[in-house]
């Protein structure tokens, strides 16, 4: 039972982290698994081979490089959402230990999809926001956040599951106040 609980603080730690990152997260779990610090679902060993670490090592890298260019950042958001949810139900089956199949896809889907892509659109619309106040002048400083939040939460995720859950609590409700902040602009300027 413990390892399970673990397993699911892993994947919804992970999950939040592909929320800031796509590939990052998928790629902290390929290193874990081909050095054996996380157990991986039988299905998902493939994620520890060589051949991932060398494709979701090149994926991470173009990803945060392309967070860098101006106008792309935007777009690369706007096909980030569906692609983060994918990856945070893959991180979250990849990670998911003694559940039957039925409750890992659920779980999987409900907990790691919906996280990640929360956690993406709410990234999302602050860097529209950065993009609309500041002319993109302060998005470069947004992805570095990005950056240096998706790597700390995949690497507390692997190493220390529980505190990794605590922050990803912590993360909703401080994405819940920028939300608020977000759309009470809107709606302010639209009164």
């Known amino acids: 039972m ?5 397993s699911i603080c892993l994947g919804v730690g992970l999950a939040a982290s592909v929320g800031f990152r796509v590939f990052l997260p998928l790629l902290a779990v390929s290193l874990a698994g081909h050095y054996g610090a996380i157990p991986l679902n039988s299905d998902w060993e493939w994620v520890g081979s060589n051949t991932a670490l060398i494709v979701l090592s090149i994926a991470t890298v173009v990803e945060i490089l392309a967070y860098y260019i ?5 777009l690369l958001d706007t096909i980030a959402i569906p692609l983060a949810a994918i990856a945070g139900t ?3 089956v990849s990670t998911v ?3 039957s199949p039925v409750v890992t896809w659920a779980l999987a889907i409900i907990a790691g999809g919906g996280t990640a892509a929360t956690v993406k659109s709410t990234m999302g619309a602050s860097r529209l926001t950065s ?3 500041t002319g993109g002048l302060a998005n470069p400083i947004i992805a570095t956040v990005e950056t240096g939040t998706a790597t700390i939460m995949s690497v507390l ?3 220390l599951p529980f505190i990794a859950i605590i922050m990803v609590i912590l993360l909703f409700f401080g994405l819940r106040k920028v939300y608020k902040k977000l759309f009470s602009r809107s709606s302010g300027k639209s009164i």
Do not use: G, H, K, R
């Open 97 to 99: 230990a003694n559940l």
């Open 90 to 92: 893959a991180v979250m």
């Open 70 to 74: 101006p106008w792309f950042d935007n």
């Open 2 to 6: 413990q390892e399970t609980i673990i």
């Open 131 to 133: 993009s609309a106040t």
């Open 157 to 159: 995720s692997v190493f």
